[in-house]
């Protein structure tokens, strides 16, 4: 065993430190743009009781016969399972602690999620969602905000490729019609169904229209469609969607093949698709839930919500190559050894008083040599202690990156006691004169 090479669980990535600011960038957008519409942030524990799942999912989904990982603990009391979606844990957390009891909330979470699933691009075993919620809302005017909402992201991102696809799923009894229908119509045609669809024609049916197999396309084109089935309140709902969303400029197609694998959906379901990512070309997928939160043990109370996969977008934004997520720091300090890097070291962290960010060269390397990983670091000036600077209680601070003019500012010698001003105020666009 000493012997054996360790790796990463395969389908659960490293982010490395190179990749990090593209996420960090995306996430601190994120966060400015959920709460500029009102959501609240919940953390749900990563691992949650089987049954919550089982229950909330639905035993004939993938998810739940294939994908989650699931596991007795130590006692073998229990049987958990690593949280493969986000929904079912905030109507538990949103039920447990009476979340709605004064009023709807909007909620969102942010983090990791797992599915044994066959690894390929853009689909991992350790994934990473963004998702939104908001519970005790009945109209389709807060479908339309979520949906609304997400068309201002990708503006905010830079992504102009992701077009918006719609359905309505119906309530209940609308889709045990439709179901009825699609069994037959799939029945007749069982010679056409690859393997896959045949399995899912005894236990989720629904989930045949979407499948990418080509071969199938004509089959599925001319399946029963579940708009044929709506009744009078779906079809308001429906139409109430539409109008939102023509009145806020978003375009979007009705796509009545759209369905969800989850099966506490009802009435609006859509997705965010591009081109860019190949087959795993979903960027964001979501719906209206209302019959999930009673199913859970809950009051009968409206839902709606989306998840977004996080890799999926971070590969759109590395594609277009928009995103400057270059390393940088306000500071690198350089010193000579000795006592010149204890001042070092102090003048660091005066500095960081200040606000600023700042790397501290540390152990022990050329002036050269330093100079060159503070260029890389993408620090804005070099601040260097040497002998004769730690004499005079000063530092020389040495310009790192190209003025608008295509020159660099001159080094400058800068009394310790003012080094923070001076930087503060470089770093804020002053000019700055070189101490006499």
């Known amino acids: 065993m000493a012997n054996v090479k360790l790796a990463a669980v395969r389908g659960m990535n490293d982010l490395l430190p190179a990749q990090s600011p593209l996420w960090e960038w995306f996430e601190a957008r994120v966060a400015d743009w959920v709460r500029s519409y009102g959501y609240q942030q919940i953390r749900t524990p990563i691992l949650e009781h089987t049954d919550l799942f089982v229950r909330g999912i639905g035993e004939v989904t993938d998810i739940v016969e294939k994908e989650m990982y699931s596991f007795e603990d130590r006692s073998n009391q229990e049987r958990l399972t690593l949280r493969p979606e986000f929904t079912a844990g905030t109507v538990r957390a949103a039920i447990e602690h009476s979340l709605t009891y004064d009023g709807p ?61 719609i359905n309505c799923l119906g309530q209940g009894d609308e889709r045990a019609r439709h179901r009825a229908e699609l069994v037959t119509y799939f029945d007749r045609h069982q010679d056409a169904l690859d393997a896959d669809s045949t399995r899912r024609l005894a236990t989720n049916p629904l989930r045949i229209l979407d499948s990418k197999n080509p071969a199938m396309a004509q089959l599925l084109g001319a399946a029963p469609q579940i708009t044929t089935y709506l009744g009078d309140a779906s079809r308001r709902h429906f139409d109430g969607l539409q109008e939102l969303l023509a009145a806020a400029r978003v375009e979007f197609k009705i796509n009545p093949r759209l369905v969800r694998g989850l099966d506490y959906y009802n009435l609006t379901v859509f997705e ?24 859970l043990g809950g009051k009968p109370t409206p839902g709606v919500g989306f998840g977004m996969g996080i890799e999926r977008v971070i590969e759109c934004l590395t594609q277009s190559g928009q995103v400057d997520t270059a390393a940088r720091t306000d500071v690198y300090v350089i010193h000579q050894g000795g006592a010149t890097a204890t001042s070092a070291f102090l003048t660091a962290e005066r500095l960081r008083d200040a606000g600023l960010d700042v790397i501290c060269h540390a152990g022990e390397a050329s002036m050269k040599s330093q100079m060159k990983r503070a260029d ?14 730690l004499a005079s209680e000063s530092a020389a601070v040495k310009p790192l990156r190209v003025l608008p003019s295509g020159t660099r500012a001159e080094q400058r010698i800068v009394p310790l006691q003012n080094l923070a001003d001076t930087l503060v105020d470089a770093l804020d666009g002053a000019e700055v004169e070189p101490e006499q």
Not at 119 to 127: A, D, H, L, Y
Not at 272 to 295: M, N
Not at 376 to 389: D, H, K, L, N, Q
Request: net charge negative; charged share 25%; aromatic share 10%.
């Open 105 to 165: 909330k909007r909620v969102w979470s942010m983090g990791p999620l797992f599915r044994h699933e066959r690894p390929q691009r853009g689909r991992f075993r350790q994934f990473h969602q963004v998702n939104v919620e908001a519970l005790g809302f009945a109209g389709p005017d807060i479908d339309a905000e979520q949906i609304v909402m997400l068309a201002r992201l990708w503006k905010i991102l830079g992504i102009t490729s992701a077009r918006l696809e």
């Open 272 to 295: 965010w698709i591009t081109d860019e990512l190949g087959a795993q070309g979903t960027l964001c997928g979501g719906g209206r839930y209302d019959p999930l939160i009673e199913r």
């Open 376 to 389: 890389a670091s993408g620090a804005e000036f070099a601040v260097i202690i040497g002998e004769s600077e």
